[in-house]
């Protein structure tokens, strides 16, 4: 992908000259390629050709659940700059979410199921140890007579997704790749046991065609990962559906992440376009929303890390000497650096990253889905006009854990997602629910989740339109679904 | 992958010359490549570098548990052809055997971890619902530094190795690969209820190398799936290890998805070579091996499909011709299709396909590793002057249901494997346990393997040297690791 300096100093994306500005070494001010033809080989524009979120019709207000819980004011909406949150009664679950985000991009785009070739979910909603989502995804292409899909399912924390579409996107540019279209879906029902956890769950599912010639490009060559072994967050009760969770632990794993990953993507981005990568050069940047304000901190601690590697941007310049000479540990938890950095980047949030923050913000954590809901939100809320030719920078996120940072550019017109997806007109046509029915429904999913014989009770009107739900779940404990 | 006519008919690969056959058009008898230069740009011979297998010290026989459970004698050792069963107590679980694999295979090839690119897990063996093993995996590259290594664990019954495989190859391909390895880690502790199923259990993990320039490539533009939602073999009860099965059915989705995916190989390898593929062109086939009687009619019935797509070989001369009318159900069954094809392709079966049954048939069923044990099982026991320009027939099968006919040719030697590997030996090395103990570990599995805050009883006697080991289970069901 192409990057040109700016007479601003802030870089633009130009995606559609990629091809050409490979065999050219002009178009970065002179600075020298590492081995650009190397890329020529690949399909053009190899990305997100289309993406849908399906959410349920039903959330809880942050708001009201700080009264019902008995916490200070704020402490959902500001400490954790929540709005509201997504669930899912005893109806639905990860089978017939996926069904749905699936179904619905399908019809959408009016595309055959014949002409899909690979098929991932990522997730870490699971309902059994060994048969995929993928294969029950699959009744969805019987009519097509099309069984020659490959892809399973991709499991680690909130990082399946991520893992779904690079292997997606690794097989468009593979000897495997027989042209046709691969379809990531990625989302999850994250629900926590009832105390200060629980205001972070949500729900929701992201279904995205990848293929080449897209509007949104993963940029090639540049890539930064970390992974480690950690128990910041796990599911080691297998027949509960809650996690457990080091809380404080996980946050300094996010951080520790995203300055590793930082550092393999700037290095990769030097070896590729033979420029140091600064902030400046993201026109955008999405995150894994467990909860917004990590968001927020997140984007400051990447303005942290600029600094700290010598930016000489005169935005720093009032930045105290001493918190140069933090240590990494310390820096994750500095009051005077959140402080600081917090102010700097507060502009540039509001630009850059709050468009991102609508649907984690309106549903909650969804998991492996957070991360593409908010590249959704970003596109449904943002022109044509504003998008095109900008780097969208990724961080994605999973405990245990995965981590790796990339970037889309956009390199054509989103506007049919947008318009197709209805995001925003379909977050308000959802139906606010009372904490106190949000805990008996809860519970409800607390003593049911995990039963055979069984029938579910949720009313069907509590689902939208065109909703796979659960018919019910035999005594064998296989599961049937129907369509509203 | 070049592939040439031989005098006798059968054909044998020759992926020495795969760069420079793809650029003419007359080393298959004058038959016309599809489109054969747009596999010039990726790496040349991408595959199998090197490979172990982790297996328990302990197994059972299969002959003592005839006598154990009062069944007739035979019913496992010739019903199932089945020679014995590996297992482990508590002081191994797929972590631990997983860390065996790789670490055993790291050290036997001298491989820097700093080398590693890519690892991904394919199990159903299932320790926690969103942490991956990869994670786990990832203490073994602590001393090196290198946490930039990408991939994570991907599920579908038996399918995982598979996936995870494919991905691999898919990543050396792509613009993602940096030059660097992948790792393939595949294997699962099988394990269920008392009864008929039993003695299908097994336990063992294959660790893979894959790479450019390897001796076992995976063979390019061929390649068959079959994927469709069915509950033959699931694991809905979430704090049992034990999955629900159905026999019967499982066999019959099987044998549906080698016809599927035979048909979409033939395919594929008629497009690429531009002649019609015959099991005459399989040098050696290896299948997914729950018990060594299911290869056994596989391998048949790859040759019924053949006389059905109308060969006109001369073996199947005296099949019966009722044989032809059969619907496809009722071939899945019939006994006198099984006895003609088990006749006439008995020989074929003992030169193509049981030098791969050996681990399969001594460890039993290890789930995603068992047709890599198969592989393994090969290449210990054959020369390269057996292997060398062979292609070997791949067919994967993970029930619910994902299935994959691929092939690899042999393109240099596999020495190193089966000297490094010692995979005949060490079974040798193996101590038999009675029934009698083998079903006190099984009750104690049962009782503990769910458990925080536990410390395993079985002694360290019971393991290889270099074994990992679980050490203990902390309150908050955090597991820690010990090597022998």
């Not at 981005?269 to 033979?274: A, R, T």
């Not at 959802?430 to 029938?455: C, F, S």
Request: hydrophobic content about 35%; charged content about 25%; aromatic content about 12%.
């Amino acid at each position: 992908m192409a990057h040109r300096a700016s007479s601003s100093g802030t870089r633009s994306v130009q995606v559609q000259q990629q091809r050409r500005s490979y065999a050219s070494t002009s178009w970065t001010n002179g600075a020298k390629l590492v081995n650009p033809s190397v890329f020529d080989r690949y399909p053009s524009n190899v990305g997100i050709l289309a993406m849908d979120a399906y959410f349920p019709k039903s959330f809880v207000k942050q708001s009201d659940l700080e009264i019902f819980d008995g916490v200070g004011k704020g402490k959902y909406t500001i400490g954790l700059e929540q709005d509201s949150m997504a669930f899912t009664g005893d109806r639905e679950d990860i089978y017939s979410m996926s069904l749905t985000a699936v179904q619905n991009l399908m019809e959408k785009y009016n595309i055959s199921y014949k002409d899909i070739g690979r098929l991932e979910v990522g997730t870490e909603t699971v309902l059994d140890k060994s048969k995929s989502i993928k294969t029950v995804l699959m009744t969805l292409f019987e009519q097509s007579g099309n069984f020659n899909v490959e892809g399973i399912d991709t499991i680690n924390a909130c990082y399946g997704g991520t893992s779904a579409l690079l292997n997606a996107v690794n097989w468009v540019e593979s000897s495997s790749w027989d042209g046709r279209y691969a379809l990531v879906v990625t989302g999850d029902i994250a629900v926590y046991a009832a105390g200060p956890a629980r205001p972070t769950g949500g729900a929701g599912v992201v279904a995205m065609l990848v293929g080449r010639d897209a509007p949104i490009v993963l940029e090639r060559g540049i890539r930064g990962t970390h992974m480690e072994h950690v128990y910041d967050f796990y599911k080691p009760n297998m027949s509960s559906e809650y996690p457990l969770v080091d809380g404080k632990l996980s946050i300094t794993c996010y951080f520790r992440a995203i300055d590793n990953c930082y550092n393999h993507f700037k290095s990769t981005f030097n070896k590729f376009y033979g420029e140091k990568f600064n902030m400046d050069n993201a026109d955008y940047a999405i995150f894994h929303s467990p909860y917004t304000k990590l968001v927020r901190k997140s984007f400051a601690r990447l303005h942290y890390l600029d600094y700290l590697s010598g930016s000489t941007s005169s935005k720093y310049s009032s930045v105290p000497a001493k918190l140069k000479s933090l240590t990494p540990d310390e820096s994750y938890t500095d009051k005077e650096l959140e402080k600081t950095f917090g102010e700097l980047t507060k502009g540039d949030y509001s630009a850059k990253v709050e468009p991102s923050s609508l649907l984690p913000k309106q549903l909650g954590n969804t998991y492996t889905g957070s991360l593409y809901a908010g590249l959704l939100s970003l596109v449904s809320q943002k022109s044509d006009k504003d998008l095109t030719n900008k780097r969208v920078l990724m961080f994605s996120y999973g405990s245990g854990l995965a981590a790796t940072m990339f970037s889309f550019g956009i390199n054509g017109s989103a506007k049919k997602i947008k318009e197709t997806s209805r995001a925003v007109e379909r977050l308000g046509e959802r139906v606010a629910i009372t904490p106190e029915d949000y805990t008996k429904v809860m519970k409800l999913r607390e003593d049911t989740h995990h039963l055979g014989n069984y029938t579910p009770v949720t009313p069907l009107d509590t689902l939208f339109p065109g909703t796979y739900y659960l018919e019910k779940v035999d005594n064998e404990k296989r599961r049937y679904y129907a369509r509203k």
